[in-house]
RNA sequence: GGCGAGUUAGCCAAGUGGUAAGGCAGAGGUCUGCAAAACCUCCACCGCGGGUUCGAGUCCCGCACUCGCCUCCA
């Protein structure tokens, strides 16, 4: 298996990729923020996250996944004060949508997918910490952390403290703070807002310390990988790593990594704030297929370089998705065990290695199939090499997920006709084969007529 | 203003020193009772200007433009 090599944040360099436990990685993916839909520009993130994730199984690791849910926050507070109902209530149906749209575009299942309001425990030690080692101080009821504790602060970032534009954009309830780069570690309470009674007093955490307190939970004080958006880096990761090091001492995560943006068809950051995003489900009601959106969002571009989207491009995905399933069918493969053939899946796994290039990987399959489609034309390929391309389909598949199979027939109806059509065509009734093929059509089975005789498939 | 990323065909894009992958769209052709699919052929002076080199999309310098981040946006 090739080596893996990843982009580190951290670093700036494509490194190669070793866990702390060998076999075993560990890896937390910043999560949505439940206050509305999640937008397709977070699913690009998101499926960046299960090409890594898939990546590493197929590399034969063992993978634990943490994907958490911010289901407070102040948004979240915002808009349920404004229905007059408690957060939780509020969250739910958006978190409901989340797990749905997932499963729409067969994003692989987190090992565990905890939820901030359900770790306030973990939170309020980790503060009482950092409280010990002199990292925080309190400001009416509020605690912050003093970030000239931590002398690492920005490296992540590559952003000098002493730069950082101040005031622009500071909270009117932070205006207590000693230096207005400090963050908030823990909130005091406000009237009407879901609060947590605690031994720092009522309040609710800071977004920041959620990912901290919950991935140390699941994962341990160190471990491999965390992701997130770009936009993630400041000041969110810069301050997971301020609060986690801070607290234990040890290093927090070992490769940093990053998704580009998605961006509209003008080039710009898709965002609620700007209004220029579509939904899972805005793109489901317009009659766009599952399969073309997983595909444009997991193929569209390099992870690292801005995904320019538009419908062109779901339309796009949808041709190239169709052509690999037509693939599938056309191998007419036996259902014999084989492996991929070595050159093929040496291409596919060197690209994906290669700091998740899946682009590249795509391109070799692509003409990897024209080539093979080709050898089709020309008749008789032996059933072991259509069943060893078959093997390479589905292996591509692993991380792609893209393709129904053509499973056995098993309709008796259906064979009777399909044979009855024969029948037909062979007799020059060729106003009943008509009527047959249309009749299947309308049972979502489509016929077409090879040399080699009538294939069938199935219309998704 | 600081830091960073980018500019490759109609569209989406890969390619980090040796005369430009792939997908989509388009044009022509082959096959075919029809349809569908497939196959073949065609379609790029790599943002601009210098430089290094036998040779540059690929390295260096400059310029233009785009985008992101700079306290709670994936």
Redesign the pocket.
């Known amino acids: 298996m090739t080596a893996l090599r990843l982009h580190n944040t951290a670093s ?1 360099r ?1 490194e190669e990729f070793t866990p702390l436990e060998p076999g075993h990685v560990r890896m937390y993916t ?4 439940v ?2 839909y ?9 499926l960046f996250e299960d090409l890594l994730h898939r990546l590493l199984e197929t590399q034969g690791y063992k993978v634990t996944h943490v994907r958490n849910l ?1 289901d407070v ?3 979240i507070i915002r808009k349920s004060q404004e229905q007059g109902v408690d957060i939780d209530v509020y969250t739910a149906e958006y978190i409901e949508a989340f797990f749905e749209d997932l499963a729409t575009l067969r994003v692989r299942p987190a090992g565990v997918y905890p939820r901030a309001t359900g770790h306030i425990t973990e939170m309020v030690a980790l503060i009482q910490r950092l409280a010990a080692g002199g990292h925080t101080y309190e400001v009416e009821g509020s605690h912050y952390f003093r ?1 000239a504790t931590f002398p690492k602060y920005g490296a992540l ?5 002493t ?9 009117v ?2 205006y207590g703070k000693d ?6 570690l823990w ?1 005091a309470r406000k009237p009407g807002e879901h609060f947590w009674d605690t031994p720092l007093g009522a309040g609710r955490p ?3 310390i959620e990912c901290s307190a919950m991935s140390m939970r699941y994962l341990g004080e160190t471990f491999d990988i965390h992701t ?9 990761h810069e ?1 997971e790593i301020a609060q986690s090091e801070a607290a234990t001492g040890k290093p927090f995560v070992r490769y940093w990594l ?6 509209d ?10 209004k220029n ?1 579509a939904t899972v489900r805005d793109l489901l009601a317009e009659g766009v297929a599952p399969r073309a959106i997983r595909y ?1 969002l997991l ?4 992870y ?7 419908s ?2 779901l ?6 998705v ?2 690999l399933n ?2 599938a ?2 191998l007419q493969a036996p259902a014999d065990p084989a492996d991929p053939p070595a050159d093929i899946r040496q291409r596919w796994d060197d ?1 994906l290695a ?2 998740l ?1 899946i ?9 990897w ?6 050898r ?2 020309t008749g008789g390929v032996p059933p072991a090499e259509r069943a060893s391309a078959m093997a390479m389909l589905r292996y591509a598949d692993q991380i792609l997920d893209v393709i129904d199979f053509p499973g056995a027939l098993d309709d008796a109806e259906v064979i009777r006709l399909i044979e009855e ?1 024969r029948a037909a ?1 062979a007799a020059g009734d ?2 009943r ?2 009527e047959i ?1 249309e009749l299947l059509r309308q049972r979502g089975i ?6 080699d005789g ?2 069938w498939k199935r219309i998704t």
């Open positions: 700036g494509v910043c999560g949505p923020t206050h509305d999640s937008h397709i520009g977070n699913f690009r993130t998101i911010t926050e102040d948004r970030i970032a590559r952003l000098d403290p730069k950082l534009k101040t005031g622009a954009r500071v909270d309830d932070e230096d207005p780069r400090d963050f908030a909130k800071g977004w920041h997130g958006g770009v936009d993630l880096i400041f000041p969110h301050d990053h998704a580009a943006h998605l961006t068809a003008t080039g710009e950051k898709m965002s609620k704030r700007l995003f444009a193929t569209g571009a390099h690292r370089k801005p995904l320019h989207f538009s062109e491009m339309v796009g995905a949808d041709s190239s169709r052509r037509e693939f069918v056309r690209a290669d700091n290039n682009e590249e990987a795509v391109g070799e399959l692509f003409t199939i024209r080539t093979f489609n080709t089709l034309e059509r065509r060729f106003a084969s008509d093929r489509q016929l077409d007529d090879t040399k009538t294939r």
